[in-house]
């Protein structure tokens, strides 16, 4: 194997908000040698998440904290390079959380799924056909439960999980609005993703951006930011609105815990409902996404954008990059070419 070198990225040292480049390194340590019953994986893409700032952060999460020194927590897709598994085969596709790293020597359960689907590039196991697809497919129809004409508003609408929500939206007859920010996304998410309106959250006047484009109110709103775009939102909300909490990417840091309006005389008066979700908690019931999802797009109805960073090299700032917003679509990492 070319070098037997594994470059693995790691958690330095651990940051008090968004994680930096300082905040990780770089080392070269040997390709690992397979155990009994397990299988070696080259990456080919990393992942790059929001969620990734709760899994480095000292405080409760969902998940135990990535220790210092170990490579950073990461879903990927690669091709088995060895195999000592029967029902794994040198040449084929996977996916799994497989680490900021060249190679992972994996056990058969940590393998999320084998890509058979050779007519959509493997990339989109990690966004539209991965976490995110995922996410926005279960978050907004379990949780949301959309009914035709109801109105729909997303915030980063033109990010990975925003863009996939505000699609099965459409698809679902419902109508969309989509909060970005900057002109450039707001045209992706009118062009591309075909919402039937978007709002710059940093153009000003949010509250009277919110209520020309929602004449009606709004029936669900999936929250990926908290703060004060949610707070806008919440004044427009329709009696039984549904609040889909996925993420909350514009606070910074929760200790302390920050000081904002309350959401509970918006829930009493409106009757509404608001619930937050864990898409691991659907694991299940991928295969039943994943299904809906590729024929989505296959079919067009579903389209999605890549914002590819060349070379493991540039994983350390890439989360950094992804809060303010650099990225245009969903954020991969390509290590090596994908027929090395």
């Known amino acids: 194997m070319q070098d037997r070198i594994n470059r693995q990225v790691r958690l330095k040292c ?5 994680p930096e ?28 998440e929001p ?23 990461a879903f990927a897709v690669g091709r088995i390079k060895e195999s000592r598994h029967p029902e794994f085969r040198v040449g084929e596709f996977v ?15 940590e393998i999320q799924r084998k ?18 697809g995922l996410t926005a497919y279960f978050g907004l129809l379990e949780v949301g439960q959309p009914k035709g004409g109801e109105t729909v508003v997303v915030s980063t609408a033109a990010g990975a999980v925003g863009s996939c929500v505000g699609q099965i939206a459409k698809i679902k007859g419902c109508r969309t609005v989509g909060i970005a920010g900057g002109p450039q996304k707001v045209r992706l998410c009118l062009d ?45 909300l329709r009696v039984s609105a549904r609040v889909v909490i996925c993420g909350t990417a514009s606070i910074a840091s929760w200790e ?9 005389r918006h829930l009493l008066v409106k009757r509404a409902r608001m619930q937050g979700f864990l898409i691991l908690d659907y694991a299940p019931r991928y295969s039943e996404a994943l299904q809906a999802l590729s024929q989505w797009v296959r079919t067009g109805l579903m389209r999605y954008r890549e914002d590819i960073l060349e070379g493991i090299e540039q994983a350390p700032g890439s989360i950094a990059g992804l809060y303010r917003g650099e990225n245009l679509g969903k954020r991969l990492i390509r290590i090596v070419p994908e027929r090395s």
Request: charged share 20%; hydrophobic share 45%; with cysteine.
């Open 192 to 236: 591309e993703f075909r919402y039937d309106a978007a709002i710059d959250y940093k153009a000003g006047d949010l509250d009277s951006a919110l209520a020309a484009a929602c004449p009606d109110g709004v029936d669900i709103y999936f929250d990926n930011t908290a703060g004060a775009i949610s707070d806008a939102v919440l004044k427009q």
């Open 95 to 109: 996916t799994g959380m497989f680490g900021w790293q060249d190679y992972a020597a994996v056990d058969a359960k």
């Open 51 to 73: 969620a990734m700032r709760g899994w480095v952060s000292a405080a409760a999460n969902y998940l135990e904290a990535v220790p210092l020194g170990a490579v950073m927590r």
């Open 14 to 18: 651990r940051p008090m908000g968004i």
């Open 256 to 264: 302390p815990i920050p000081r904002g309006p309350r959401v509970e």
């Open 115 to 132: 890509i058979t689907d050779t007519d959509l590039p493997i990339s989109t196991s990690l966004g539209i056909l991965g976490l995110n």
């Open 21 to 48: 480049a300082e905040h990780f390194e770089i080392v070269e340590v040997p390709v690992p040698n397979l155990d009994n019953g397990q299988i070696l994986v080259r990456n080919i893409y990393l992942s790059v």
